[in-house]
């Protein structure tokens, strides 16, 4: 069995290296499932690169993260606090000891349909939103916070009784982003939301991920959802992370190409690898967050 060659990760330690004593930038991840990788082998994904401050084992896509920009030579110290099915009310109710720090970089992820109770609603996201980013940027007025908008789930959109019943299956990656997007506008903090869900719809748009798993895979298609049509796939988490390095750090996704470690590792082709790094320059590109498209 041939491997494929590890030489970015042997580039990644030669430029860290000749990057001496600089200071690694601090990143945390806050969030629930969708950021911890259920229902995927991304749950448990190389959980010593990171620091889960709740002490529970997991790598989940700040892994992923660390993965990404280690081959591109830069250095990230990434922390972890996630629980199942919480938004940002019970992260400040039960964690805040444990996050309030003076973090460079905060990924904020909530509910997946905004409220819980209220699908739909961004009202609880728009004021515990406000309250945590306030609680993060007083730590470290330099911090740069996001909110992650996350993907259409489709057992809402083509199964389950919800807003987004019969509608295309864009509409609730639509409404989640416009939610989070009007929490950003009463959160001074905040720089700026994380186009995940878009980009999970721009793949099926370009023919990269399949639109519908209760119709069957297209052939040559990925699935980005998990088996329960809600959580994602390794290819979904895969898809979450490119979007958040590119955003995060300015660089160009597509410069991993085909032989990416994390894609390998979790089980991704070639051809998927690269059509989710296209589906996320795509998205990154369509809102500005490049800054250096060139590659690194």
């Known amino acids: 069995m041939t491997f494929p060659p590890l030489r970015p990760l042997f580039i990644a330690i030669a430029l860290t290296a000749l990057a001496g004593a600089a200071r690694a930038e601090t990143i945390l991840f806050v969030g629930n499932s969708f950021t911890f990788g259920a229902t995927s082998p991304v749950l448990r994904y190389r959980p010593e690169q990171v620091t889960d401050l709740n002490k529970e084992g997991i790598g989940g896509v700040p892994a992923i993260f660390k993965v990404l920009t280690f081959q591109a030579g830069l250095d990230y110290q990434v922390s972890l606090e996630t629980s199942p099915g919480k938004n940002f009310d019970w992260h400040l109710a039960n964690r805040l000891p444990l996050i309030d720090r003076p973090w460079d970089v905060v990924i904020l992820q909530g509910q997946s349909t905004l409220d819980l109770e209220r699908p739909g609603d961004p009202t609880r996201i728009i004021e515990s939103g406000r309250q945590l980013s306030d609680v993060l940027g007083k730590r470290n007025p330099a911090a740069r916070i996001y909110y992650q908008a996350t993907w259409s789930r489709a057992d809402l959109t083509y199964a389950k009784p919800s807003p987004w019943r019969g509608k295309p299956i864009a509409a609730m990656a639509r409404d989640v982003r416009a939610g989070y997007d009007r929490a950003r506008a009463v959160s001074p903090a905040v720089r700026g939301v994380l186009p995940v869900g878009e980009a999970w719809t721009r793949a099926m748009e370009a023919g990269v991920a399949d639109p519908n798993p209760y119709d069957g895979l297209t052939f040559g298609q990925v699935d980005l959802w998990g088996w329960d049509q809600y959580h994602a796939s390794a290819a979904g988490y895969y898809l979450s992370a490119l979007v958040t390095f590119g955003a995060v750090t300015g660089r160009d996704p597509r410069s991993f ?18 059509g989710l790094q296209n589906a996320a320059y795509e998205q990154l590109k369509a809102e500005g967050l490049l800054a250096d498209p060139a590659g690194f």
């Open 257 to 274: 190409g085909e032989r990416e470690v994390a894609a390998y590792e979790l089980g991704l082709s070639p051809a998927q690898a690269t």
